[in-house]
């Protein structure tokens, strides 16, 4: 049995937890499945799989390894079938990380159209605001909103997204509606931060030069998107996010627009992935599906884009 073989055992009993159910669909001896893993751990020098009586579970090591085992034997798979025309044979596995709201508003409702025209994908997709490690979590590509690090990661620009200045109409009985700047001094401000600690960045205009900070009080703030609108829709202040990500709001009166000319820097869109010599089909397919997905809710990046903040 080639290292192959023994990958594939290994994963096979690590999904179903059994050397017996392992074996069962593979259609070989279980003491055969027993050796493969027995030779593979001998091999890497350390143990991947914890056995008793009862059950098989994965060690730390072997946790990781399974992940990059996966990555690997898709891979394979995927050379194999390198030559073949069209995407039918699109399979394997896809690990994508993105906000819970772009998720949740714009990708989730059209995901069924995309796998099922690719059955044999296997998708992971995360819905976070934090900054995600891609190399070292395993992701395929990332779809962030705002400013990017220099990280070292390949950038895909997709657009930007108009910001909208919202509030709630209970809000904005209580303290009026604003219709300039100077009115803001009798306001709160929803406070984001990617990470909690950081100074809050303030309510963000163009004032006919270039795009200002202006300090303003407010007693909440969030770390995440979701967050973040469920706050203003509570009534605890103003916030300043994409215009789809308050569509919904905005259309049914939850929640009011103000200030309309005084927006914030529009936020750009970007697909980010690790540099790898052949990036696999089925990443390329799914991103350039999320691409065209994601073009009516998008306008061009400026040729010289201005700071921006990450929301």
Known sequence: MDRLDQLRCFLRVAELGSFTRAAALLGLPKASVSTAVQRLEAELGTQLLHRTTRRVQLTADGAAFRQR?????????????????????????????????????????RLPEFLERHPALELELSGTDRRVDVVREGFDCVLRGGALDDNGLVARPLGTMRIANCASP?????????????????????????????????????????????????QLTVNNGEGYLAAALAGLGIIQLPRVGAREALASGALVEVLPQLTAEPMPVHLLYAQRRHLPLRVRAFMDWLADLLVPHLEPLPVAPARSSAR
């Open 170 to 218: 209970a809000y904005l009985a209580r303290r009026g509606v604003p219709t300039t700047l100077a009115d803001l001094r009798d306001h709160a401000l929803v406070h984001y931060a990617a990470s909690l600690g950081q100074g809050a960045p303030g309510f963000e205009y163009h004032d006919g030069g270039g795009y200002r900070l202006l300090p303003m009080a407010g």
């Open 69 to 109: 085992a996966r990555d690997l034997l898709d891979d394979v798979d995927e050379l194999h079938g390198m030559f073949q025309h069209g995407d039918a044979q699109l399979h394997g596995r896809l690990r994508v990380d993105m906000s819970s709201g772009f998720a949740r508003l714009l990708v989730i409702p």
